[in-house]
């Protein structure tokens, strides 16, 4: 998992260069969110070994990426007249301990994986979050009890939400068929 995620992080690559990033990396760059001078982005990938799709969520300004594991749930959310909650696995590479919400989720050596729980409503094409968000302190919990506090995770699951509709536009003007 942690091989995967390395890979993925260079992902990055994907807003200068995707023609190298599809040459020299284990996975292809679908659609995005990303748009000139915005340094936050929503980002679909394929993974060439096994075809398994991921949001990359990335914001350049805080330094800091996250991926969620693509479902035709999480993708179609925003469609979704009642709104929310989304819940979700978020992963977060490189990630030092002794930050706030270190006892969220599971470590897989420097890969925080924590559960989320995010609450929104929907307004015409606009995703409006409804903080704070909520975790638990394992994997697959019944219920979402404590507050999601590290401000970078925060804003990831803040541009995860938000950012959606841009993404759907994108794949939609791609002509990306994805899995329903």
């Known amino acids: ?23 020299d990396l284990g996975f292809a760059p679908l659609a995005t969110s990303y748009s000139e001078g915005n340094p936050a982005s929503l980002t679909l990938i394929k993974e060439k070994s096994d075809g398994s799709i991921y949001f990359v969520v990335s914001d350049d300004s805080i330094n800091e990426m996250a ?11 925003y469609l979704n007249e009642n709104g929310s909650p989304a819940i979700f696995e978020m992963m977060l590479p490189n990630q030092e301990r002794g ?24 307004d ?20 979402y009890h404590d507050r999601i506090q590290n401000p970078k995770y925060n ?4 541009i995860f939400l938000k950012h959606m509709p841009r ?12 899995p329903q």
């Open 1 to 23: 998992m942690t091989k995967k995620i390395i890979l993925l992080l260079a992902l990055i690559l994907f807003t200068t260069s995707v023609a190298a990033a599809e040459d």
């Open 67 to 77: 991926f969620i594991k693509y479902s035709p749930k999480l993708y179609n959310l």
């Open 99 to 122: 930050q706030l919400d270190d006892n969220l989720g599971e470590w897989d050596k420097t890969v925080h994986i924590i559960p989320v729980y995010a609450l929104f409503e929907i």
């Open 124 to 143: 015409g094409e606009q995703v409006i979050c409804d903080k704070p968000f909520f975790s638990a302190s394992y994997l697959n919990p019944s219920h």
């Open 155 to 158: 804003r990831l699951i803040e």
């Open 167 to 178: 993404l759907h536009a994108d794949v939609t003007s791609r002509g990306i068929s994805l």
